[in-house]
């Protein structure tokens, strides 16, 4: 018999998070087919401005359609997010490693269900997320996928402890599609530009310490240092839950820098997980995550995945162009002649080839904005043959098991293509107008440079 979520069953799924597009319920109930799940409810952008506006009802597009034509039954899919699951089982999956990727399953809801989570919930969201949207009630079904942030089996006064990092973009582009006055995307991080993008915009107050390329860089040191500048700076790259419950971060949003209450009260939460008569329980907890980062090695797999995108936006946009059959309008408006003469090579590639420039972009893109979840427990001698690694910490002679999930890897919609390509020059002009002056400005102009 197909599971129906009814609204008798509301009370039993709390807030965990959200982001642009969905929001992330926990469960807290008794029913065994339920616990160690989380529910991950569409939204609907309540000004409709949102790419999401769109793609939370309808399918994919025609050349959506052609892009993904080799992906399971994806072209059959009348909903996006079902689209969404089947992306994620068939091509995000493969790529990340099935250990590491819940795709989940669709279960029936009813809109009663939804409206009454929708109200339940409601005290516990960030106030300009509520503005911005609100649950989908149009769907009829939501994905159930494992909650990350727990062991669904263990002991029953055990506790879990969970990492959340997005980390973003792990490298540079080298690409030589990419426009003179745009060389410093080759030097300096589109984490680092997008700051300056974000302070001017509001969306922080304060620029993150976080460098990408450290967390990336497969050395032990300089991933530990990448995970102190996160807890530093958590913006909405960095979360920890305790139990389910976050510790530190913002739910579904920016956090503040970590200020000394912040950090007292860290240290306090942490008391039941790392044993410490004196000295930084804190310190402790980051030297561990860095060495999850470090020895799982999962880190690696993702940067292979956002590097499928050897392009960059500035060479993936002309093959856009081309599948849609449109004028390119970035060589219209282009006025250096060499680049102009390179670009026209891609123009003038089969069709086949524009596609996979485009798709392998679309699924770098997917990577880039994923979020990783590291969850420890206690390990425990009589749980011999367990089936995750393990860490040991010499400094408090503790054992931990842990886990690594990817979450949040959707398909992004061929749609933003042009989106990205604004957003990228967007971000190379608030970051030069903020941080580069004249002179160094010249130097990344120069030709060698690019
Ligand atoms: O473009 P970016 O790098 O700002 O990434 C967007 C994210 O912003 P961030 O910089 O991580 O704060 C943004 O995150 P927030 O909503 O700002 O937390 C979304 O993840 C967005 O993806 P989508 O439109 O929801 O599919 C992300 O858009 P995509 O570029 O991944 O499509
Ligand atoms: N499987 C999971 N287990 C535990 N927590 C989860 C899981 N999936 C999501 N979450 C929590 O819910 C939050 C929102 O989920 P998610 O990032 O998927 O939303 P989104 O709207 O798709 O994000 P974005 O703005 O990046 O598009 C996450 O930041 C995380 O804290
Ligand atoms: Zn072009």
Known sequence: MEIVLEKKDAADWTYRGEGAVNLVLAYTGSSPLFFGKVLRILKAPRNGSHCGSVRNLKALSAHERLLWRDVGDIVSCTYHDVACQIYVQHVMTPLLDFKHVDAGVHVLVTREFLETIEKNI???????????????????????????????????DEFCISVEIKPKWGCLPTSRFISKKNAIKKNVTRFRMHQALKLQKGETSELSDYNPLDLFSGSLDQIYKAIQDLFSTPQNNFRVFLNGSLILGASGGYADDTNLVIEEAFEDALQSVIQREKGSRAMTFLQLVAEAVYKSGCLNRLLAVQQLDSFDIEGAIHAYYDIISKPCQVCRHMDDEELLNICGTLHSAHLDQSLEIVRNFLIAATAKDCSLMITFRPWHVECPGSAYNSIFVESTNQTFDYKVNFIDLDLKPLRKMEEYYEQDDKIVRSYTKMFVTELEADDYYRPEEV
Do not use: K, T, Y
């Not at 997320?129 to 989908?136: D, F, K, S």
């Open 122 to 156: 409601l005290g516990q969201r960030p106030a300009w997320r509520v503005n911005a949207g609100r649950i989908n009630i149009h769907r009829d079904s939501v994905l159930l996928q494992s909650d990350h942030a727990i062991f669904s089996q263990g002991g029953e």
